[in-house]
């Protein structure tokens, strides 16, 4: 970088924070832009998820702007899902077979102001909000702007747009708009919706249940899941289909039919939920979409990233994650490619892009997952083997979720792939009874790893045919 460049990120949500610190940390001069107020003075949660699970993919990226530490000062880890069953029984699925393996809640605000604050110490950082973005020229680098409080616009010229302004960009309907390239644009929603409720702490700012585990109480078509915070609460989420089925969004419209609908479904939650109705009709129900476009920048000059690019459905607990990577592999990219922004935007979407699609496909897998099957039976020997097989043979073994969860060095592509492939091997021993249970676990070790290997050359067959 021969001179300072001015990069405009419009979006200051958690992507576009820790993306303009990074900038920052590497000597350019950035102006970051935001629509809302600055969360930091200011609640502005109302409709997005409280908390998120915070994993190694994302902690490798705190770990690239020196935060670490700090970002673990916010967490509680959480080892595994405690599934709670409709007779009020709870046990506890492992997400590794490694004590050293485990996924974090941590609160969305203070992640964002963390970020913020650090990329507010930088010299060359401008951070300006109550400014929502209602126009991209694309090929010029400059956007124009709406003052919240006075409705005056002002516009921003930069060398480059980087736009982070999550699953409901300007940045990307500017792309959308424009006549002078192709842009492919899809948004699929699920039919169910989600909304946060509350299990508060107890009165001296305890804990109601497990503190340290992701909370499931899986329903065939509808869940609900808790994920633990500092101050001794949990956020609640309601997964619910909108019209569909006995009970859903539109027919739970009075306090009696919600509050008969969980005592029903959910009794051990409800127990711990004297907030229950009015969480219920004064919290909004949200979407749950995901979105794919292509491609990621124009002319050169813009570029867009994280949910602006690829917004997932939450049930792999990757959407940070994901996001946070997104900044670690543009990182590398400039590296390589720094001074050339065609070439940079270019490689990137190449490498990314097949890893955002593959986690967006492993979100929905998960959807199915948690609210059906991981209170089946059979699920519950799956993981119990492949949990031996990681505490034995970490080296020889990961199951699919650890691939994703906790071996960042490895591409949610390859970790799709692979991961599958084993799920397949499992199930299908499993349900053929072919796994003897005298065999030694080395033993059943290799029949697995044999029975994977000839799923993924069945699969790389049909590939090429």
Not at 133 to 159: G, R
Not at 181 to 206: C, M, R, V, W
Not at 259 to 285: G, I, Q, R, W
Not at 317 to 331: R, Y
Request: aromatic letters at 10%; hydrophobic letters at 40%.
């Amino acid at each position: 970088m021969k001179e300072q460049e001015h990069i405009l990120v419009i979006g200051a949500g958690l992507c576009g924070s820790l993306l303009a610190l990074r900038l920052a940390q590497r000597g350019y001069k950035v102006s970051l832009v935001e629509k809302r107020p600055d969360l930091r003075s200011t609640d502005i949660s109302a409709g997005r998820s409280i908390n998120l699970a915070f994993s190694d993919r994302g902690i490798k990226a705190m770990n690239l702007v020196g935060l670490k530490g700090k970002a673990k000062d916010l967490c509680i880890p959480m080892h595994g899902r405690m599934i709670h069953n409709l007779e009020q029984e709870e046990y506890l699925s492992r997400y590794s077979g490694l004590e050293s393996e485990y996924i974090n809640s941590i609160s969305r605000s203070d992640l964002n102001a963390l970020l913020l604050d650090e990329a507010e110490k930088m010299p060359d950082v401008n951070i300006l909000f109550n400014q929502a973005c209602i126009d991209v020229d694309l090929q010029n680098a400059k956007a124009t702007f709406e003052d919240f409080t006075s409705k005056e616009k002002s516009t921003i010229e930069a060398d480059i747009i980087l736009g982070t302004d999550g699953a409901g960009s300007v940045v990307r309907k500017s792309m959308l708009e424009d006549n002078l390239f192709l842009f492919s644009f899809s948004q699929d929603y699920l039919s169910h919706g989600y909304k946060e409720l509350t299990i508060p702490a107890t009165k001296d700012g305890g804990f109601r249940i497990e503190k340290n585990a992701l909370h499931i109480w899986p329903r065939g078509e509808n869940m609900v899941i808790a994920l633990p915070n500092l101050d001794g609460s949990f956020t609640v989420t309601l997964f619910l289909s909108y019209e569909e089925g006995e009970d859903n969004f539109k027919s739970l419209d009075t306090s009696e039919k919600v509050k008969a609908y969980f005592e029903k479904m959910y009794p051990s939650a409800v127990a711990h939920m004297p907030t229950l109705t009015e969480d219920f009709f004064n919290n909004p129900t949200s979407p749950l979409g995901t979105v794919k476009c292509s491609p990621w920048n124009s002319f050169g000059k813009v570029m867009l990233l994280g949910d602006a690019a690829h917004a997932i459905v939450p049930f792999y607990g990757q959407g940070m994650n994901a996001s946070f990577e997104d900044v670690v592999v543009f990182d590398e990219i400039l590296d390589n490619y720094e001074g050339d922004w065609q070439k940079v935007f270019k490689e990137y979407q190449k490498k990314r892009k097949v890893d955002t699609d593959a986690i967006a496909e492993l979100a929905i897998d998960n959807f199915h997952e948690m609210k059906e099957h991981t209170a089946a039976p059979i699920f519950q020997k799956k993981r119990k083997l492949e949990t031996a097989f990681e505490q034995e043979f970490p080296k020889e073994y990961a199951s699919k979720y650890r691939l994703v969860t906790f071996q960042e060095d490895i591409s949610y592509s390859e970790a799709l792939k692979k991961g599958r492939a084993q799920d397949k091997a499992i199930l299908n021993l499993l349900a053929q009874d072919k796994i003897d249970e005298n065999a030694s676990l080395q033993e059943k070790l290799h029949l697995v790893n044999k029975e994977t290997q000839e799923i993924l050359e069945e699969d790389a067959v049909l590939k090429t045919n």
